[in-house]
């Protein structure tokens, strides 16, 4: 069936040091793809979003890189600070199954001063 | 600008009894979704409301049913709860576009636990 998932469930790095949070898809129908930070106690905040017909987005200090051959989105953050700590979800849309959001499981962002 | 608020924050109930949250979208949308997320996962769709209508349906049993309302707040109810039914509930809303691509944006949740 249709799922979303992450390939690490945890990742710690050093403040400053870049970070790469990753997530395969496994229905090529999926047009749009969001990443998604939740902090402890709060509801998801929305970081950056990405469409099918794009590989790349940047942000503030974020970038969202799409793979359509191999069904890969990853986040990448750049200079990473102690207030990046949080569990960070991918979502997907297919835009045929109307709004409805498919998260994967998270993984937990970890920055160790 | 308010975004999406959620109440209660917190709530405790026993098995068997019923609950109702409310949701209040960001000022400007017109759309609400609700998410489950049980711990350490991420949210599971449950429905959507769109024109005080539910558009869309994600697996969860007809006791979990809702309400939008002209202001376009709505309302999450579980009936008959049971202690899966324990977790964050999470409101988003959304602006319905041409193309249909909005992004939702998350309230903080109400946490319930049933006993």
């Known amino acids: 069936g249709e799922s979303v998932g992450l390939h690490l469930p945890t990742l710690s790095v050093q403040e400053g040091d870049n970070s790469i949070i990753n997530c395969a898809y496994s229905n090529s129908a999926s047009d749009y793809f969001i990443w998604y930070k939740q902090e402890s106690g709060k509801g998801p905040q929305f970081i950056i979003d990405?469409?099918?017909?794009?590989d790349k987005r940047q942000g503030q200090r974020v970038t969202v890189l799409l793979n359509k051959t191999v069904k890969h989105l990853s986040l990448q953050i750049a200079a990473t600070q102690p207030g990046d700590s949080a569990v960070y979800f991918c979502?997907?849309?297919?835009?045929?199954?109307?709004?409805?959001?498919?998260f994967g499981e998270g993984t937990q962002l970890t920055v160790n001063p | 600008d308010a975004g999406v608020t959620q109440s209660p924050t917190h709530l405790i109930k026993t098995r068997g009894q019923q609950v109702t949250l409310r949701c209040s979208p960001k000022?400007?949308?017109?759309?609400v979704s609700w998410y489950q997320q049980a711990l350490g996962q991420g949210p599971q769709f449950i429905f959507q409301?769109?024109?005080?209508?539910?558009?869309q349906r994600g697996n969860f049993p007809d006791r979990f049913s809702g309400h939008q309302f002209p202001n376009y707040s709505s309302e999450l109810n579980v009936n008959a709860l049971l202690l899966g039914d324990s977790a964050l509930y999470l409101c988003a809303s959304s602006l319905e576009v041409a193309g249909g691509q909005e992004t939702q944006y998350f309230g903080p949740g109400t946490r319930l636990l049933v006993l």
């Open positions: 990405i469409r099918s017909n794009m």
């Open positions: 000022s400007g949308h017109d759309t």
């Open positions: 409301y769109y024109e005080e209508e539910e558009r």
């Open positions: 979502a997907e849309k297919i835009e045929t199954s109307g709004s409805r959001l498919t």
